[in-house]
């Protein structure tokens, strides 16, 4: 004999679960964000780690709360945000602990080459064209970039005229780049530079930078190897590098 299902019943019931869950998650969440905004979930300590160029004290005047302040009241995108907008901030990691402890691990950026600022005034820059510092009393060793337009504020980035000069530094191997002294656009608006040694290279225009840059270290090698000493390396056309010393002008063996 089959039993009778009470329709009426089993909406009961369902309400009743409904309800009963609906009470909890409101109690959960009531408890969470009571608990977040209590005393004893208030920020304690932040470490900083990674900082190299900045100072501490630098970085937590941009980060938004300050120790005692509500745990939950930091947001992590807000704060990274914050960060971001220094000049020698790349990216920064943040994490919150229940303990109260906040970590922040900070990327700096690095700085590949000077940019003049005014007439014999330089600025550190990166491979990306963001302005590091203002202009510097004793610039480090590091190639010069000119014939562009001067930099701007720490923070901001360079022209679109640098991209190639940058993009040439980004592809030059290190034990290389270190070895120029300038680079720059001449009034044709070609590429040229000048290495430390006194050589004068000439890139041409910005189309092949990277195969240009392959071809000047082989051919730096090559000269080396052979104990010249030209002073003039044209590497406008890849495919047919030229070198040249005061009494002759030769394609390289």
């Known amino acids: 004999m089959e039993e009778a299902v009470d329709p009426e019943g089993g909406t009961s019931r369902t309400r009743r679960i409904v309800t009963i869950a609906a009470i909890t998650i409101a109690m959960v969440s009531a408890a969470y964000v009571l608990l977040g905004r209590s005393p004893l979930f208030d920020v304690e300590q932040v470490q900083i780690y990674g900082l190299h160029r900045m100072n501490v004290t630098e970085v937590e005047e941009h980060l938004g709360f300050q120790r005692g302040d509500p745990l939950l009241s930091v947001n992590s995108a807000e704060v ?3 960060l971001e907008l ?3 901030v790349h990216s920064a990691d943040i994490e919150r602990g229940w303990n109260g ?7 700096e950026r690095r700085a590949i080459a000077l940019a003049m600022v005014a007439p014999q005034q330089w600025a550190l820059i990166d491979v990306t064209g963001r302005v590091l510092t203002r202009a510097l009393p004793y610039p ?5 970039l000119s014939g562009v337009r001067a930099a701007g504020e720490p923070g901001s980035y360079m022209a679109s005229d640098s991209g190639a000069l940058l993009v040439v530094l980004a592809a030059l191997p290190v034990e290389l780049r270190q070895q120029f002294y300038s680079l720059r656009r001449d009034t044709s608006g070609e590429i040229e530079g000048s290495l430390k040694g006194g050589e004068e290279i000439v890139f041409g225009d910005d189309n092949k930078l990277s ?3 392959i071809v ?4 730096l090698s090559h000269l080396r190897e052979q104990n010249r000493n030209d002073q003039f390396i044209d ?4 495919h047919e590098p030229r ?3 005061e009494a002759r002008t030769t394609s390289t063996p």
């Open 101 to 107: 402890h906040i970590k922040i691990d900070v990327t």
């Open 216 to 219: 000047l270290a082989t051919v």
């Open 243 to 245: 070198v040249r010393s």
């Open 86 to 88: 220094l000049p020698w």
């Open 140 to 144: 480090p060793d590091l190639p010069r």
């Open 235 to 238: 590497v406008s056309l890849p």
């Open 80 to 82: 990274r945000r914050n």
């Open 211 to 213: 195969a240009k840059v």
